[in-house]
């Protein structure tokens, strides 16, 4: 077992974002039977969206929103605070897989991470939102054509990108290890993502919504014209609800709908917090414009700095477990802490000393397109989206349009793209799914050990056009 970095010593098991005094007391579960035009499942950013947007678009529609937890606490309230414009986790990634319309979903991302600031001014939603941009980095060599490419084909598309060499980059952030940089000014903002749910939980309340915390959907059926929900609250507190229509936003979580299992994976992500910077330390790094981080591996971090000084350091290992496991005990890995710590201290040396406040993990649903996907089952009165791959904090906006229009049975620009009607290709059936799943992930370590020179198995995944990164 990989020893404990020190600087971790005291590091509270707990997000950051959701270890605070500001977090709201639950809402009481669901208790005997209701009913509601529409039921949405899942308190995440999806649901939250789907039913404020829901009373938005009709306020005489009767809109009921169950969380198993507390809304917010699972991936929206334990993410780096990425807010992108990108619907299709990234530039390269939907143009290679949307060339037709590719023009048309960077367009309606555009527009997408526009409402959002519209949203969160318009309800008073304090979480900080800031539009730093994105900072990517180089950190070996061979990364520097990499980021050229990414920059000639963003400007392809208009977007405000800028070339930065060894110099200029550290001039941005101090950190040794960078050797270039790529600046993309117009397309990422910075929030905090426990109190941007918390703020839509508020909205969605204003707004009329009712919600039922730690109330778990158990099953559904169809009920003449409608959907009956069989639910469980609090001390096994029996309920249901009769909904003409649903959304069921439950993303990395077992799904209600079995077609689901083959087509995403739960992939557990990690991060760390730092403590706050000192003045001298802040100086030490640089970092004025406040940008979110990330390099150019493909076992990447991302990382960036908070409203109160801190660091956020995550990513590089992406875990799956076999049978497509979530527990939570699963949040927890020493490996991974004490891996990300070193890399930490390697990126930033000169704040060695820098304590650890808090670290944690979460799952994120990934599928075999890195973007999501949509559909609808139970004759058109069910519609979900999921496979975010971890960029959800501001395409789940978007996906919540998406599963409203499905459910309305309309023909709109959103269910006439491909990215909308088409499927990723679905997974395979375990044991063949981990050995894949681990043969990527060695792959991608060994890759990154070797100037980036992809083995057979990745070439294969290329081809087929299932690249892969973590």
């Given at each position: 077992m990989t020893a404990a970095h020190p600087a971790l010593a005291d590091a509270a098991r707990v997000p950051y974002w959701?270890?605070?005094?500001?977090?709201?007391?639950?809402?009481?579960?669901?208790?005997?039977?209701?009913?509601?035009?529409?039921?949405?499942?899942?308190?995440?950013?999806?649901?939250?969206?789907?039913?404020?947007?829901?009373?938005?678009?009709?306020?005489?529609?009767?809109?009921?929103?169950?969380?198993?937890?507390t809304c917010g606490?699972?991936?929206?309230?334990?993410?780096?605070?990425?807010?992108?414009?990108?619907?299709?986790?990234?530039?390269?990634?939907?143009?290679?897989?949307?060339?037709?319309?590719?023009?048309?979903?960077?367009?309606?991302?555009?527009?997408?991470?526009?409402?959002?600031?519209?949203?969160?001014?318009?309800?008073?939603?304090?979480?900080?939102?800031?539009?730093?941009?994105?900072?990517?980095?180089?950190?070996?060599?061979?990364?520097?054509?990499?980021?050229?490419?990414?920059?000639?084909?963003?400007?392809?598309?208009?977007?405000?990108?800028?070339?930065?060499?060894?110099?200029?980059?550290?001039?941005?952030?101090?950190?040794?290890?960078?050797?270039?940089?790529?600046?993309?000014?117009?397309?990422?903002?910075?929030?905090?993502?426990?109190?941007?749910?918390?703020?839509?939980?508020?909205?969605?309340?204003?707004?009329?919504?009712?919600?039922?915390?730690?109330?778990?959907?158990?099953?559904?059926?169809?009920?003449?014209?409608?959907?009956?929900?069989?639910?469980?609250?609090?001390?096994?507190?029996?309920?249901?609800?009769?909904?003409?229509?649903?959304?069921?936003?439950?993303?990395?979580?077992?799904?209600?709908?079995?077609?689901?299992?083959?087509?995403?994976?739960?992939v557990y992500d990690y991060a760390l917090m730092t403590e706050p910077l000192r003045p001298e330390q802040r100086a030490a790094v640089g970092w004025r414009n406040r940008q979110g981080l990330t390099d150019t591996g493909n076992q990447f971090h991302y990382y960036r700095i908070t409203g109160d000084n801190r660091i956020l350091f995550g990513g590089y290992d992406a875990v799956y477990h076999y049978g497509n496991r979530v527990a939570p005990a699963l949040e927890q890995r020493e490996a991974t802490f004490a891996a990300l710590a070193e890399h930490f201290f390697a990126t930033f040396p000169q704040l060695d000393g820098l304590r650890f406040s808090h670290r944690w993990g979460g799952v994120i649903d990934t599928c075999t397109r890195f973007c999501p996907f949509f559909g609808t089952a139970y004759d058109g009165r069910l519609a979900y989206a999921a496979g975010y791959t971890g960029l959800g904090v501001g395409a789940t906006r978007f996906g919540a349009r998406v599963m409203l229009d499905l459910l309305d049975g309309a023909d709109t620009p959103l269910t006439r793209l491909g990215l909308v009607r088409d499927k990723p290709l679905p997974f395979p059936p375990e044991p063949v799914r981990a050995a894949g799943i681990g043969l990527t992930r060695w792959s991608l370590a060994r890759a990154d050990a070797r100037q980036g020179r992809r083995n057979l198995w990745l070439r294969t995944l290329d081809r087929l056009g299932l690249g892969f990164d973590s």
């Open positions: 959701l270890d605070r005094p500001e977090r709201p007391d639950p809402l009481p579960p669901l208790a005997g039977p209701t009913s509601a035009d529409l039921l949405v499942v899942g308190g995440g950013y999806s649901g939250l969206w789907a039913a404020l947007l829901a009373r938005q678009a009709d306020p005489g529609r009767e809109v009921l929103l169950v969380e198993a937890g606490w699972a991936a929206s309230g334990r993410n780096g605070g990425f807010c992108a414009a990108s619907l299709t986790h990234g530039l390269a990634n939907g143009a290679q897989r949307f060339p037709g319309e590719i023009d048309e979903l960077e367009r309606l991302g555009r527009e997408n991470l526009a409402a959002i600031e519209a949203t969160v001014a318009e309800h008073r939603i304090d979480c900080d939102f800031e539009r730093t941009g994105e900072l990517a980095v180089a950190v070996e060599p061979y990364q520097l054509a990499g980021l050229a490419q990414d920059a000639a084909l963003a400007r392809r598309y208009g977007h405000d990108v800028t070339l930065l060499d060894r110099e200029q980059v550290r001039a941005e952030v101090n950190s040794p290890t960078y050797l270039g940089g790529l600046s993309d000014r117009d397309r990422v903002a910075m929030l905090d993502p426990a109190r941007l749910a918390w703020g839509l939980r508020r909205a969605c309340l204003d707004a009329g919504v009712r919600i039922h915390e730690h109330t778990r959907v158990t099953g559904l059926r169809r009920d003449g014209g409608a959907l009956h929900a069989r639910t469980v609250g609090a001390d096994d507190l029996p309920g249901s609800v009769r909904a003409g229509r649903v959304v069921l936003a439950t993303n990395a979580f077992p799904p209600l709908l079995r077609r689901l299992r083959a087509w995403t994976v739960p």
